[in-house]
C-alpha cells in the first residue's frame, strides 16, 4: 500500500556532490518522519538524517557540514544532497518513512516504519 522509491545514486570522486531523492506512493495521508540510512559492506545500517513533518531535522554527526536533507511535504518526497563526499561515505543509502498515516479505502491506518530499495553511493578517492 506505500512505498518508496529512491533515486539519485552512484559513482563520484571524492570532493564531489550527489543528490537522492525518494518519492513517496501509495493512499498516504500525512507522514511523520522522513529520513536516510545507509549501510556500508559488513557493518550496520546507521542513520544519516532524519526531517519531521515540521521541518525539524538530525544528523549523523560524521556527516553534519556536508549534507542536507529536505523534503516537499506536498509531493511526499524527500531529498538528500551530499556534498564533499568521502570514500567513508560509500553504502547502500535507504529511505526510510514513518511513522505515517494512509487510506485503507474503508478507514484510515497507521504504519510505523517502511524502506526503499536502497540505492548504491560509491565514492572513489
Known amino acids: 500500500q506505500v512505498q518508496l522509491v529512491e533515486s539519485g545514486g552512484g559513482l563520484v570522486q571524492a570532493g564531489g556532490s550527489l543528490r537522492l531523492s525518494c518519492a513517496a506512493s501509495g493512499s498516504i495521508v500525512t507522514i511523520d518522519a522522513m529520513g536516510w540510512y545507509r549501510q556500508a559492506p559488513g557493518k550496520q545500517r546507521e542513520l544519516v538524517a532524519r526531517?519531521?513533518?515540521?521541518?525539524?531535522?538530525n544528523y549523523a554527526d560524521s556527516v553534519k557540514g556536508r549534507f542536507t536533507i529536505s523534503r516537499d511535504n506536498a509531493k511526499k518526497t524527500v531529498f538528500l544532497q551530499m556534498n564533499s563526499l568521502k570514500p567513508e561515505d560509500t553504502a547502500v543509502y535507504y529511505c526510510?518513512?514513518?511513522?505515517?498515516?494512509?487510506?485503507?479505502?474503508?478507514?484510515?491506518?497507521?504504519?510505523?516504519?517502511?524502506w526503499g530499495q536502497g540505492t548504491q553511493v560509491t565514492v572513489s578517492s
Open positions: 526531517i519531521g513533518s515540521g521541518g525539524n531535522t
Open positions: 526510510n518513512a514513518g511513522p505515517l498515516t494512509w487510506n485503507s479505502g474503508t478507514y484510515l491506518r497507521r504504519g510505523l516504519d517502511y
